[in-house]
């Protein structure tokens, strides 16, 4: 499908140009064993049985055509990913030639998309986001669109929370805009860094929102802010529209994040508030909220045996493992590497990860990079593989 071709969405009298970008770079810490920089966490099976970044492209093929979807990533993922997307064509990759952050890759991706579509009102996505229900993602993100478009500025998306959570930035909701019947906008007055316990529950109380990192924006006011707002990248920017190649662009850049470089200085910044039920798969924890939980609230996938035993989580790709009389635990079974940790603690598998020799946490794969069960990286990621008949 070419970028000229229309969904029946796109050919509403008044409806803005949408493209769709994705995020799916990411170095795999979050998820070890399981993740690996060559596997991370979009090709993993996390929020359904099949991987995160199938079910994130789906969401996006809803509301734009192939042709107007490009996927951000780096060459080393271009293989896998094509793997589990095998109906996107080459040109729906936008590869990065070095990671630079969410700044510079959504800077480049909004200038390449201006080329074909100087009109364009561009949607940012994360591969490894989870979402409900399909269809008021879909209403909520064109609705967004107009608001970008009509408000000529930069949209982010605000999720209501359901508990104080440290790992999540806030929004904090400034003055009304016009915006579609059934959905709510509003300027933001602030944008604040993850907190402490104590301050994300006064956040909560407060009516703040939560910052999803789902953003939308016309590409000709995005380029706009950053070259006022961002010295990080206004330079290479110049160059880049000046005949430069992508290569000297991210060398010449800063790695700075978009919320740093733009959203937290710009006077065109508002929001929209979800209207679906949103979780951005942060860590091991994040399954009992993705997945499913048996009546002791345990969540299992693959192949886990868990018995009298509460509240806690299995999964088991190389499997099987087996749990008895414990509770708020998590087990991972990948390869030669069993990780046992409490439920509690999964947010800090990084700082496990710095403290562990190399050679244990580069064990989760054999040396040819194979899984040590014969299954590949891809079959399981994509959940064309089940031998046993648990295996997601």
Known sequence: MTSSQTTPSEAEPGTPSLWVVILAGGIGSRFWPVSTPDRPKQLLPLGSER?????????ALKVVPAGRLRILTGVHLLEPLSQALPELPRECYLLEPMARGTGPVLAWAAHAIAQEDPDAVLISLHADHVIHPEPAFSSLLR??????RDEDCLL???VPPTRPETGYGYIKPGKAIPAPEGFAAFRVSAFVEKPDAATATRYVEEGYLWNSGLFIWPVRRFLRELKEHSP???????GLAAGGSVE???????GISVDEAVLERSARVASIEATFQWDDVGSWEALSRTRTADAQGNVVVGDGHLVE???????????????????NLVVVRQGPI??????????????LLDALPPEVVSGSQTRDGSDPS???RTQAASGHHDPDGTQP
């Open 51 to 59: 991987a995160l970044i199938r079910d994130t492209v789906d969401r």
């Open 143 to 148: 609705a967004a669109a107009r608001v970008a």
């Open 156 to 158: 982010t998306v605000a």
């Open 232 to 238: 990080e990248m206004a330079p290479a920017l110049v």
């Open 248 to 254: 000297d662009f991210f060398h010449h850049v800063t």
């Open 309 to 327: 035993t509460r509240d806690s989580i299995a999964f088991a790709e190389t499997g099987p493992v087996v749990l008895f009389g414990v509770q």
């Open 338 to 351: 069993t990780l046992v940790m409490d439920r509690d603690r999964a947010p800090e598998l990084k700082r």
């Open 374 to 376: 014969g299954v590949t």
